[in-house]
């Protein structure tokens, strides 16, 4: 068992920046670099998304284009850590965030598939952008 759990959401406004983190609690027997780590999200209405992914070694990221330039996924694998900082954020990046992992080296084709096949989940953080 893998235990998510996301912080670091909140309100700005259009324009300003958040830090997402997700703390992992792993219970498998495997160590944390053992998995592949995302961001997804998911608006009211609409479908969930992927954000971003990172390789098991944090050697290798994925961006959705929608966020290219503007976010950055990043892991500290010695305190079972993901993190999401968005800069530039806009009223679309409004959403519920979520973090998974999935344990492979590399989970990139998640991202057009709104996490289908990640295995674990956080309850998620809401993040509200204010035009």
């Known amino acids: 068992q893998v235990q998510l759990v996301e912080s670091g959401g909140g309100s700005v406004q259009a324009g300003g920046s958040l830090r997402l983190s997700c703390a992992a609690s792993?219970?498998?027997?495997?160590?944390?670099?053992?998995?592949?780590m995302g961001w997804f999200r998911q608006a009211p209405g609409k479908e969930r998304e992927g954000v971003a992914v990172?390789?098991?070694?944090?050697?290798?990221?994925f961006y959705a284009d929608s966020v290219k330039g503007r976010f950055t996924i990043s892991r500290d694998n010695a305190k079972n850590s993901l993190y999401l900082q968005m800069n530039s954020l806009e009223a679309e990046d409004t959403a519920m965030y979520y973090c998974?992992?999935?344990?492979?080296?590399?989970?990139?084709?998640?991202?057009?598939?709104?996490?289908?096949?990640?295995?674990?989940w956080g309850k998620g953080t809401l993040v509200t952008i204010s035009s």
């Open positions: 792993i219970y498998t027997g495997y160590t944390y670099s053992s998995y592949c």
């Open positions: 998974a992992a999935r344990r492979s080296v590399f989970c990139n084709w998640s991202l057009s598939r709104g996490g289908a096949g990640m295995d674990y």
């Open positions: 990172i390789s098991s070694g944090g050697g290798s990221t």
